[in-house]
T-cell receptor, first 116, second 114 residues
Framework: DAGITQSPRHKVTETGTPVTLRCHQTENHRYMYWYRQDPGHGLRLIHYSYGVKDTDKGEVSDGYSVSRSKTEDFLLTLESATSSQTSVYFC???????????????FGQGTRLTVV | GESVGLHLPTLSVQEGDNSIINCAYSNSASDYFIWYKQESGKGPQFIIDIRSNMDKRQGQRVTVLLNKTVKHLSLQIAATQPGDSAVYFCAENMSGAGSYQLTFGKGTKLSVIP
C-alpha cells in the first residue's frame, strides 16, 4: 500500500468549532488532494496541491482551507464546522498532475467527521 | 465506510459468475477513465484504467469497455469471488485546464453470493 496516513480516523466536533485534518505521505509525491465522500454523491474534490505552498480549489471548496508547508503533509481545515460538513474525508496522492497509465492516485483510509 | 453503500444501485451475483458494472460518464471531453474498488471502511483502490483512444482493456480478471459514442463505461469481472464484494466507482478525467481533477460516478455496490 502507498504510504498515506490520515489523522484522526474519526472525530466528533461541535458546530462552530475549527477542525484540522492531516494527511501525511511517505511517497514524496508532488500532488495531494482532499476529497469528501457522501451518500449519493460519490467523491468530490475539495482542494488539491501541486507543490509546497501551491494549492488550488476543487468543486466543493467553500468552508474549507488547506495548507502545505512541506511535501509530506497536506492539512485540511474547517474554520467553523457546520453539520453539512459531516462526511468521510479522503486524502489522495499522485506523482503526476494527470493520473497517467502507470501512476494512479492512491487514497488514504479516510477520516469520518461528524459535526453535531 | 458503511454509509457509502446507502442509496447505491446494487448488483448481486453468484460466486463464480461474471459481473458487469456500468457507468455513464458526463463529459464528452473526458479522455481518461479509471475504475476504483472501495471496500467498507477503506479508501478507493485502483483497479484498471483506459484512455479514450482505446475501446477495451484487459487486466487480471477484469476488463474495461469504453463506448465514447454513448459515453458509457463498463467493468467486467470474470469468475466473481466473495472478495470482490465492494462499491465500484468509475472516474473520468480530461486533458487541459481540468486535468488535475477526477470526477467520480456515484458508485455501484457489488454483492457476491457464496
Amino acid at each position: 500500500d502507498a504510504g498515506i496516513t490520515q489523522s484522526p480516523r474519526h472525530k466528533v466536533t461541535e458546530t462552530g468549532t475549527p477542525v484540522t485534518l492531516r494527511c501525511h505521505q511517505t511517497e514524496n509525491h508532488r500532488y495531494m488532494y482532499w476529497y469528501r465522500q457522501d451518500p449519493g454523491h460519490g467523491l468530490r474534490l475539495i482542494h488539491y496541491s501541486y507543490g509546497v505552498k501551491d494549492t488550488d480549489k476543487g468543486e466543493v471548496s467553500d468552508g474549507y482551507s488547506v495548507s502545505r508547508s512541506k511535501t509530506e503533509d497536506f492539512l485540511l481545515t474547517l474554520e467553523s464546522a457546520t453539520s453539512s460538513q459531516t462526511s468521510v474525508y479522503f486524502c489522495a496522492i499522485s506523482e503526476s498532475k494527470r493520473p497517467a497509465r502507470s501512476t494512479e492516485a492512491f487514497f488514504g483510509q479516510g477520516t469520518r467527521l461528524t459535526v453535531v | 465506510g458503511e454509509s457509502v453503500g446507502l442509496h447505491l444501485p446494487t448488483l448481486s451475483v453468484q460466486e463464480g459468475d461474471n459481473s458487469i458494472i456500468n457507468c455513464a460518464y458526463s463529459n464528452s471531453a473526458s479522455d481518461y477513465f479509471i475504475w476504483y474498488k472501495q471496500e467498507s471502511g477503506k479508501g478507493p483502490q485502483f483497479i484498471i484504467d483506459i484512455r479514450s483512444n482505446m475501446d477495451k482493456r484487459q487486466g487480471q480478471r477484469v476488463t474495461v469497455l469504453l463506448n465514447k459514442t454513448v459515453k458509457h463505461l463498463s467493468l467486467q469481472i470474470a469468475a466473481t469471488q466473495p472478495g470482490d464484494s465492494a462499491v465500484y466507482f468509475c472516474a473520468e478525467n480530461m486533458s487541459g485546464a481540468g486535468s488535475y481533477q477526477l470526477t467520480f460516478g456515484k458508485g455501484t455496490k457489488l454483492s457476491v453470493i457464496p
